[in-house]
């Protein structure tokens, strides 16, 4: 029906008020909606083209507010920019890879690179912003292609999840992050350096070893 509209403009005269009906039923079907976005389908529904996420809470007055301008955002970008959005209360995860610390919080992500909103959430303010005024800021690095940051969110959630039970899975995760980092950084000249260092203190130390039971010998002969 709605494929039959815009061929045929002049047909819609001819049309029943019930086919009407159904036209703008289809309408409301086909009109772009916020993708709901989880630990598990982020990447699914965020790749592509640039991506606009509302993190929010479903008890924050300021995200109800915003919530009607948010999906009406939604079809006014349709084809631009896919518009997404995280419960942060049921995505911790996701919350804590992007440091949320208030809701709502609004970041496109854009060519590998993240920036945050901070001006006014009108309709006519967000649309502009994310068409391209968000270029006008300063970027920064997207979490998920930083290993510290995932690993920094796992850990965050797990206390948050299983408070004092995680703290053991924690301290794990602490002393990998630690390793990880201490071999992804270090230089292969220093690690070689150090090896020999540590190699000449072992000899030394065997040599310091063996001295006295040298002597032992020498004097057994002597006398």
């Known amino acids: 029906v709605v494929e039959q509209l815009h061929s045929q403009p002049e047909s819609i005269a001819l049309i029943s008020p019930s086919a009407m009906k159904l036209t703008a039923i289809v309408n409301l079907l086909v009109a772009a909606k916020a993708l709901d976005l989880t630990k598990e389908s982020w990447d699914e529904k965020t ?6 996420v509302k993190f929010y809470a479903p008890w924050c007055g ?35 890879l992007f440091g949320i610390r208030g809701f709502p919080t609004l970041k496109i992500i ?28 300063e970027a920064v690095d997207y979490p998920f292609d930083t290993p510290y940051n995932k690993w920094m969110a796992i850990l ?26 201490d ?14 260092r540590l190699k000449k203190l072992q ?9 006295p039971q040298v002597q032992k010998e020498e004097s057994k002969k002597d006398s």
């Open 183 to 196: 071999q992804s950084g270090e230089d292969p000249k220093s690690r070689k350096e150090m090896e020999e």
């Open 156 to 181: 965050t959630t797990s206390l948050t999840n299983y408070g004092i039970y995680g703290i053991g899975v924690a301290l794990i995760g602490v002393g990998i992050l630690f390793c990880y980092l």
């Open 203 to 211: 000899e030394a130390g065997t040599e310091k070893k063996d001295q």
């Open 110 to 137: 854009s060519e590998g690179k993240m920036y945050t909103f901070a001006g006014r959430r009108s309709l006519d303010s967000l649309q502009e912003w994310a068409q391209g005024g968000y270029k006008e800021q």
């Open 47 to 52: 790749a592509g083209k640039s991506v606009f």
């Open 62 to 96: 300021h995200c109800k507010v915003l919530a009607p301008t948010w999906e009406e955002l939604a079809e006014k970008l349709q084809g631009e920019v896919k518009l997404g959005k995280v419960d942060c209360t049921e995505s911790a995860f996701l919350g804590n």
